[in-house]
C-alpha cells in the first residue's frame, strides 16, 4: 500500500503562487507514477500534472503548461507542484496520486489516493 498526504493549499489572489507537497510512504517501490488531479465543484476530475517516479519525465495537462512545475524529491518521498500565475479556474481540491501500471491521465486507473487540498484562487 502507498498512503499519500497533501499539503500547501489556500487561498491567493489571481497571479499569486502555490506550492503543492505529498509525501508519499508505504510501499513506493510499487510506484510507477506520482500526480496531480483537482476537482472543482460540479465538475469531474481532471489530470494536472505527473512525473515518473523514476526517471524525470513529467507530464501536464495543456490548461496548466508554462504556469505549474511539478517536481520529486525521491531522498523524501516526496512529489512537489508549484503553481504560478494562479488564475481563478484553477480553484478546485487538488489530490495527488500515484500509479503503479502503465501512464495514464484518467484518474480511476490510479491506484493510490491523498486526501486532497484545497486551492482557492480569488479575482
Known amino acids: 500500500q502507498v498512503q499519500l498526504v497533501e499539503s500547501g493549499g489556500g487561498l491567493v489572489q489571481a497571479g499569486g503562487s502555490l506550492r503543492l507537497s505529498c509525501a508519499a510512504s508505504?510501499?513506493?517501490?510499487?510506484?510507477?507514477?506520482v500526480g496531480w488531479f483537482r476537482q472543482a465543484l460540479g465538475k469531474e476530475r481532471e489530470f494536472v500534472s505527473a512525473i515518473r517516479w523514476r526517471g524525470t519525465t513529467t507530464y501536464y495537462a495543456d490548461s496548466v503548461k508554462g504556469r505549474f512545475t511539478i517536481s520529486r524529491d525521491n531522498a523524501k518521498n516526496t512529489v512537489y507542484l508549484q503553481m504560478n500565475n494562479l488564475k481563478p479556474e484553477d480553484t478546485a481540491v487538488y489530490y495527488c496520486a500515484a500509479e503503479r501500471g502503465l501512464y495514464t491521465t484518467t484518474s480511476r486507473f490510479w491506484d493510490y489516493w491523498g486526501q486532497g487540498t484545497q486551492v482557492t484562487v480569488s479575482s
Open positions: 508505504g510501499s513506493i517501490f510499487s510506484v510507477n507514477a
